[in-house]
């Protein structure tokens, strides 16, 4: 049972000029982050412009990702859809074609209670087998996923095995960790204007479910590892610091409006954002290359 740990990189949906999937492009990341330290990724989540996807791309991206990625890297899928039947379909089809594991949301507009949640998420893992976990974003679908319900659904599920915590709480963090113990890998995200990554290592969690490390994978990938000496509670913390300028430039727009210019720069496929979301051009554009060349990346990680 696949539990995820140090850096989660949850990577964007890589487009064609005409709109298309990239596939090619898909293989790229996975083949770029396979050989620089990246635990594992995570497709279809917020970075991936998950929301402006049909439910027949959805479907392809799991058949042709799973095995693109087969013997590289283990590769996640967000999972939830608007509905628990399709959530349930799509995440049966996910197990059918070969996904690695499944991530699920609390659905958002709803402003479901907690026990509409919990039941929610309980049909949901509960049709499949394969590991399974939550990514807690109230930022994004506004209702949060309370240590509690995680809990419930902890000791219910022996394949929920991870909970990324998007949430400026230390305590929730705390809350879930002393709640669950090590039955489940706890892992946070890297936004700057939370700077939970080094709070949730310390109360024990296994790493950040990022975007950061699309840019930085190596350097994302020490800062990740789970503390389990004083040399590493140090190298987090110097990695953290130095590359905060970086990470806070990438959190300027809502993801991945600075991941896929960001990509572009370094060579690799990010292609242009679906509408509405903007394409990032002008002063802030520039931004964004001066510090991937203050920071060295094009150099390291260019690849043309």
């Not at 492009?25 to 330290?37: K, P, R, V």
């Amino acid at each position: 049972m696949i539990k995820p740990k140090g850096s989660w990189v949850a990577i964007p949906t890589p487009f064609n000029d005409d709109g298309t999937i990239d596939f090619g492009g898909f293989q790229t990341l996975i083949d770029f982050h396979a050989s620089h330290g990246t635990s594992m990724l995570l497709v279809m989540g917020s970075a991936g412009e998950v929301s402006l996807l049909s439910y027949e791309e959805r479907k392809a991206i799991v058949t042709n990702v799973s095995a693109l990625a087969k013997g590289k890297l283990p590769v996640f899928f967000g999972s939830s859809l608007p509905t628990t039947e399709q959530t349930v379909e799509f995440a049966r089809f996910a197990e059918a074609e070969g996904a690695d594991g499944l991530v699920f949301t609390a659905p958002p507009y709803l402003l479901l209670t907690q026990t509409a949640l919990y039941q929610f998420l309980r049909t949901a893992m509960g049709a499949v087998s394969i590991p399974v976990g939550i990514y807690n974003n109230p930022t994004r679908v506004v209702v949060n996923i309370n240590p509690e319900t995680i809990e419930k659904l902890s000791k219910e599920f022996p394949h929920f095995v991870a909970d990324k915590e998007a949430v400026p709480s230390v305590q929730q963090l705390a809350e879930v960790k002393r709640r669950v113990g090590d039955s489940l890998s706890i892992l946070c995200c890297d936004f700057p204007k939370y700077s939970i990554l080094l709070p949730t290592l310390a109360l024990g969690g296994d790493g950040a479910a990022n975007i950061g490390g699309n840019v930085i994978p190596a350097e994302m990938a020490e800062m990740s590892k789970p503390w389990d000496s004083i040399e590493q509670v140090a190298l987090s913390r110097e990695l953290f610091f130095h590359y905060y300028p970086l990470t806070s430039m990438l959190y300027t727009f809502s993801n991945p409006v600075m991941i896929k210019p960001a990509l572009d720069y370094l060579g690799l496929p990010g292609g242009k954002l679906r509408a509405p979301n903007p394409n990032l051009e002008g002063k802030k554009l520039q931004e964004l290359k001066d510090i991937i060349d203050e920071f060295g990346l094009r150099e390291k990680y260019g690849v043309r």
